[in-house]
């Protein structure tokens, strides 16, 4: 008789035991995949029949969280390997993805398989078991890690296939001597085989790896180091020292080719990244769909203002952190404040930089915006041709004081806006603006019809009612992908408005005004107020102090994990160190080795 894994007081016939084998896959998956993987080892221990059936749920999704799990890990495909080759017929550990976490930092024991890993023995192993597992897809996690050690130093002289994912968690903090909560680090010196040394002393030579320089980037966008490479983040230790006036960085033409194939790009507070880095890159990531930007002090506003017109209408996703205290954001709000369109000589000044208008124009096709910057104004929602009509109507909007908040009068009365005045004139021109629009679009697409030869006559009545009801399909699709997608901007206020004046209050009117089935979050640092609104339907409320940070929901627009029950958990806390045998380590139920 065998034991029930679920009880381990309880008895069951081999029929129940084998009843899990006799059901659809479809149904049986559902049910191995409810279940940890303490109970799947379990039931890989009772007969041959479970134990094929386990195999991919255990296997096709796995988790390695140390480099002495790795080991275990390449050892068990290697003996299944050898097995199948025997004719034996054993089942294959088909990996289809493998999330694994190295630090490169953890403490050292005597034995020699558990020292830290190097870039080259990281680049064996992987190539290892890209050879095992051809469908695997892996992502590789480098958590405590130094800019200036092992293996991020050697990352452009080793090959990593199949790593799909790379999230570099970085930074000096983490690996300061004084820290009481992480070990010394060797210096990247002595973690270098004696071949590599050179190119690792004439890098080191260039200054701190912290700062701005060819050889971080090349190490991961060269193509060849990474050449499966589809998602990046970089996470770096946000107490690191960064200058906003770093050096200037020149790639040559291998060094960025593979960032032609990334996706998707995250930078966190990683003082490598500044305008010739970013410069650089903005012609290469051909393919990238989603970026975030956050806490970079080296980007400058000059620089954002050429990344969002090339980089936002190919984007799906954009999010963009700009620090409370950042020199450029104070410079390009003083420049826009004190903005004259004529000098005194009469010619035309330049216009100041201003990211406002940039986000509107270029980020109208976006799924989601987030952006957090230390001025913010109502650029965000009006065009100049707007703007021009509520000048001329006489609307007032200049009645904000300090960030926006709500301004007083001698007498104490509020200086409120015309509310009612605002919201017609806006419509009024957005109706106009879009009729010529609609002209515009038929008028270009009767001309496509002619140059194709589909049409003898531009201005035939046939025509012209293909062309607007092509037109009017458009606007439809775009109205249901909106609706289905649920696209979001949320925008974050810092320190208030980019131009004295301006008003909080308008900010919540416009919002109201906006497209359809677009959800609008808007959030006043220096008010304390946060409103949302989607369809002109909404409020305002105060923010607590113990309020989430509204950036985290964006994490939800990255990699999702579909396996819930794996969360946290590592299958080889109980396949390497269970108490009831160790699958990892090639002893299988009958024993026979696997």
Excluded at 433 to 438: H, I, S
Excluded at 440 to 451: D, F, G, I, P, R
Excluded at 508 to 514: D, H
């Amino acid at each position: 008789m065998n034991r029930n894994p679920y009880n381990p007081h309880s008895r069951s016939s081999p029929s129940e035991d084998s009843l899990l084998c006799t059901l659809p896959t479809e149904i049986s998956e559902q049910i191995y995949r409810s279940l940890p993987y303490g109970d799947l080892t379990r039931l890989a221990r009772v007969n041959r029949a479970l134990y094929t059936s386990v195999q991919s749920p255990l296997y096709r999704h796995a988790k390695v969280t140390s480099f002495e799990r790795l080991t275990l890990f390449i050892r068990t495909l290697n003996e299944v390997a050898c097995y199948d080759k025997s004719g034996q017929g054993a089942v294959s550990k088909h990996v289809v993805t493998l999330y694994l976490t190295i630090d490169p930092n953890a403490s050292e024991s005597e034995s020699p398989s558990h020292k830290r890993p190097t870039a080259v023995i990281l680049s064996r192993m992987i190539g290892a078991l890209g050879r095992y597992c051809q469908d695997v897809r892996i992502t590789l996690r480098i958590s405590n890690g130094s800019c200036n050690a092992q293996p991020l130093t050697s990352f452009g002289q080793e090959t990593f296939p199949r790593v799909s994912t790379l999230i570099l968690e970085v930074g000096v903090p983490s690996i300061s001597p004084s820290s009481a909560s992480v070990p010394p680090a060797r210096t990247s010196y002595s973690q270098v085989i004696p071949t590599r040394r050179p190119v690792l002393q004439s890098w080191g030579r260039l200054g701190s790896s912290c700062n701005p320089n060819p050889k971080f980037w090349s190490g991961i966008f060269n193509g060849s180091s990474f050449p499966d490479l589809r998602e990046v983040e970089v996470l770096h230790d946000p107490g690191s020292p960064a200058s906003q006036w770093a050096k200037h960085v020149e790639f040559g033409e291998e060094d960025l080719k593979g960032l032609g194939k990334v996706t998707r790009l995250v930078v966190n507070s990683a003082p490598e990244l500044n305008d010739s880095v970013l410069m650089g890159a903005l012609t290469r990531a051909e393919c990238l769909k989603r970026l975030e930007l956050r806490s970079i002090v080296g980007l400058s506003y000059e620089a954002l203002s050429v990344l969002l017109p090339l980089a936002l209408p190919n984007l799906t996703h954009f999010t963009l952190h700009i620090p409370s205290n950042h020199r450029s954001a104070r410079q390009a709000r003083d420049q826009l404040e004190s903005y004259q369109p004529l000098a005194p000589t009469g010619e035309e000044n330049p216009l100041p930089v201003h990211l406002c208008p940039l986000l509107r124009v270029y980020g109208r096709n976006l799924q989601y915006l987030e952006v957090h910057a230390p001025y913010l104004c109502r650029d965000l929602f009006l065009h100049e041709s707007e703007k021009s009509r509520l000048d001329e109507e006489g609307v007032r909007t200049d009645l904000g004081g300090v960030g926006g908040a709500m301004r007083f009068s001698h007498n104490g009365d509020p200086f409120l806006i015309d509310r009612i005045a605002l919201e017609h004139t806006i419509r009024q021109v957005r109706k106009q603006n879009g009729e010529r629009a609609f002209r515009e679009a038929v008028q270009l697409n009767l001309k496509e019809q002619l140059s194709m030869n589909k049409t003898r006559d531009i201005n035939s009545a046939g025509a012209v009612s293909t062309a607007e009801y092509e037109e009017e399909q458009k606007k439809l699709k775009r109205t249901r992908t909106i609706k289905e997608q649920g696209w979001r901007r949320l925008m974050r206020f810092r320190e208030g408005m980019c131009r004295d004046g301006e008003s909080w209050e308008e900010i919540g009117i416009l919002a109201r005004l906006e497209e359809e089935n677009v959800k609008w979050t808007c959030i006043n640092d220096a008010t304390n107020l946060r409103a949302t609104y989607v369809n002109g339907i909404g409020g305002e409320y105060q923010l607590r102090a113990d309020s989430p940070d509204p950036a985290e929901p964006s994490r939800a627009f990255g990699r999702v994990n579909t396996r819930t029950f794996m969360s946290g958990h590592d299958y080889n806390d109980d396949l390497a160190g269970g108490e009831d045998g160790n699958i990892a380590s090639g002893d299988d139920v009958d024993g026979h080795s696997i």
